[in-house]
């Protein structure tokens, strides 16, 4: 008895014979698929049980079980049909393009004589007939497609559910391609990811990995390999590819401190912490836009200021924060032992964290273990240039622009954010403290710090989801500034301005804020504002109680120059910021020469106009400040 989960997983013998077979039956007799109205229908919708919804594909698809089939009538090999499936390569004249005359092609003839559509035009020519070509896909009844359970014990979509939505976004977003006439490389590129996720849904139907989210090893080999391959895409000779292999080894130890590249320069506060983390039970960490600060938990007191290094993910224990930056291929570590306050030259014991990330501008994240030298390819993309935030427990990752937390381990979904109700958009972030924005910033503009009303207790549910009808579903959807920790009554989630707990906003914010974060357990939050902390202590059932507040403006002697302010001429706004974006630090400052002052190379030549060496008058004046500070 043929079933329709044979169609993707059908021995190989048969495969083609069987896949023919069900397709005519999802056909029917008339050789129309089922009549609906949308892309997917459930089976149980349909009169006829014999057969299932389905899913339209825009182009032609390639079954992996049948690449020998159609390898074997058309005189290629299997590794050929899937390159031109997939537009790594295409057909002319009847012939394979191989690797040593593609480069000669361009990208628009790939695009009209590749995918399935010039292996369908080929099987015609040669065998009469395209039957080993899919244009529908069956899709299994509920019954066959097994949810999974998340480490809060709730069903989550299973492996085939996952499968049958990425296939249904990649195809969606082909669609949208051919509709826009987007240049052919994007829609090639988008097609490579709509045959990948069939692929991967026929493996995941037969309980198999998926073929291109296998881990691989970054042994030395593979880290040769991809210097070449930088290489070459730079136009650099053989001679560089050991600089670039030194560079890559290099990149699995973590760094000596750098400067961080001074994106934020005029337009933040130096003590607006873009980013807040609890430190065991007594100390929080804040990554300020040019220094690192810890501070006690109870008196606000300060432990110490170190310069920031440029970070896209943050991981955080009792002992240790690990900063992590994409690169051009591997991402840099840097970590900061929390007890002494200093970075670190190499591991030292410390077992490296588990992290997801991309190369920069690319949207293919992997999750990396440099402990073990491991990457493993995520099925989905992800954004280009921003980063994810690692829960406090380090298992569970959220990925900027994304929409589920997964577990790190395995990338099951352990919570959708679209199930959270949205009342309307998010506060806005809050960048100065009143009274230290530029001349430009009206002091009542909403980025302004502080603000005269407190957090209030959020809507009830139904309310909620009342506003949410209202309100503009695609507006600030992003907001980066997300917390959540696995809690003894489920995932504790803090988005869009709201913490929710078992998906019910228990705490609304209404003003604007800077970060937020949670502890292990979910039974704090910290929400960072310009210069001050609000700590609120979570009940067992997850009501917020009264905020506790800390200000560190008091502090700011050790990374801003308010204190020589009005007493050095020509220490103006800019000045300040130059000179804390290169050192982070006071201390740091202290202990520059006359000459490091001076300098204003290190920047990008993008920000070469904002940054320009400074007067070897005004830097000397500027220390002497300094020393004097310090006697003081």
Known sequence: MLRWRDFFCPDDAGAAEL??????????????????????????????????????????????????RIAAALGLTPAQVAAVARFDTCILDGEFVGPDRLPTVDYDVIADNGGGAALRRLLIDRTGSDDFLLDHIPVLPARERPPALSDAGEPVPGAIDRAYERLIAALAVHRRYLE????????????????????????????????????????????????????????????????????????????????????????????????CRFIGDDAVLLVLPHAVVVLDATAGDLRFAVPAVTSDVLAVTDDHAVFVARGDLLAGVHVLDLRRGVYQADWDGLAPPVFPMAPYKSDEWCVYDYGHRLARPLPDPGNYKEGAVLGPCLRHAWIEGTRRIFRLTDFLPQFDLDELPRPGPPPARALWRRGEQPPQVDPHDPTVFPFTAEPVPAAAPQEAEEDADESDDDEEDDDPRIAFALAHDGFRVFWRGALHVRRVPVLRLEHPFSSVALDRAGERLLVAYPGELALYSLGHDGAPGPARRLSFTRHAHAVTLAALRGQVPGLDRAVEMQLLSRFGTVDALRQATVEQLSRADGFPPMLEDEYRPLPAELAQAIQDALRGLSRQ
């Open 180 to 275: 826009l006439r987007v240049p052919c490389m994007m829609r090639m590129a988008q097609w490579e990811r709509a045959q990948d996720a069939f692929d991967a849904l026929c493996a995941a139907i037969a309980g198999e990995p998926d073929p291109r989210a296998r881990p691989f090893a970054m042994d030395d080999d593979w880290l040769e390999r991809r210097a070449a391959d930088l290489a070459h895409s730079r136009g650099s000779g053989p001679d560089s590819v050991g600089a670039y292999a030194s560079h890559l080894h290099a990149a699995l130890r973590p760094a000596p401190p750098s400067p961080p590249l001074p994106r934020h320069a005029y337009h933040v506060d130096p003590l607006t912490p873009l980013v």
């Open 19 to 68: 896949v023919r077979s069900l397709g005519a039956r999802l056909l029917g007799s008339d050789g129309e698929p089922p009549a609906s109205a949308g892309e997917v229908f459930d089976i149980a919708a349909h009169r006829d049980l014999a057969r299932p919804g389905h899913i339209c594909s825009p182009e032609p698809l390639v079954h992996p079980r049948l690449r020998p």
